[in-house]
């Protein structure tokens, strides 16, 4: 396993995890303007994103280029939450609709590009 961000370990020893939950799991290291702001981390349809930088968000660039090859690959996004994390105002910024929830998280989904022009180069999903 390669080596895991110093950053990214502390955040998974937050939720009491260790480097060898990534395993499966493919880890971008998002930056704005030369600078890391968060970490991407996807397996599949499933995307999970982890801000570094207080008050620098993702830009609409970094979200199209990660959501976007998911979209065009498996027609959906998802992701889940904890269920004691409330603030859902990025996920529903970027198109995500919650779909259900059980007694540990909330569960999302999108379907379309919400930033990008007319969805160009995501083909519709029969």
Known sequence: MPPVDKRLMQYLASLGADPTSLVGWTVHTAQRDGEDVGFVITRGPEIHCLPLVEGKSLTRRN??????????????VT?????AETDHRLRTALGFEQTWADADCTYWALTRLKYA???????PCL
Do not use: D, Q, S
Not at 79 to 83: A, E, G, L, Q
């Open 63 to 76: 979200i199209i280029g990660h959501i976007a090859p998911l979209l065009e690959k498996f027609c959906y």
């Open 79 to 83: 992701t889940r939450v904890p269920i």
């Open 117 to 123: 022009h007319k969805n160009k180069g995501v083909p």
